[in-house]
Nanobody, 123 residues
Framework: VQLQASGGGVVEAGGSLRLSCVASGSTTNTNATGWYRQAPGKRRELVALISTDGSTKYLESVEGRFTMSRDNAKNTVFLQMNSLKSEDTAVYYC??????????????????WGQGTQVTVSS
């Protein structure tokens, strides 16, 4: 499997960005895609996820501002980020994993992670 993330950039507070993650190859034993982010000096955190049936779940701090969607025909998932805040500044990574019982279980192997895309929100 290979995940390719893109769409990051520099935006002013209140602005929007859309991240994309394209998957190629086999995604065996996965049924969901998650977006993680990691800010300098902080732990990587799960921001949003979408399962193959379209169910979504969001980190409380982004609920109502971020929307995750998928285009199965293109093996692509999107993270639409609106009303961005300075605290959203981080490197964003997509991951293929498994969603069950309300929990997201990421695949930790390197090939199940996108390369990361930088999002910088200026205040």
């Amino acid at each position: 499997v290979q995940l390719q993330a893109s769409g990051g950039g520099v935006v002013e507070a209140g602005g929007s960005l859309r991240l994309s993650c394209v998957a190629s190859g086999s995604t065996t034993n996965t049924n969901a895609t998650g977006w993680y982010r990691q800010a300098p000096g902080k732990r990587r955190e799960l921001v949003a996820l979408i399962s193959t049936d379209g169910s979504t779940k969001y980190l409380e701090s982004v609920e109502g501002r971020f929307t995750m969607s998928r285009d199965n025909a293109k093996n692509t998932v999107f993270l639409q980020m609106n009303s961005l805040k300075s605290e959203d500044t981080a490197v964003y990574y997509c991951n293929a994993g498994y969603y069950t019982g309300g929990y997201y279980l990421p695949r930790y192997e390197s090939e199940y992670w996108g390369q990361g895309t930088q999002v910088t929100v200026s205040s």
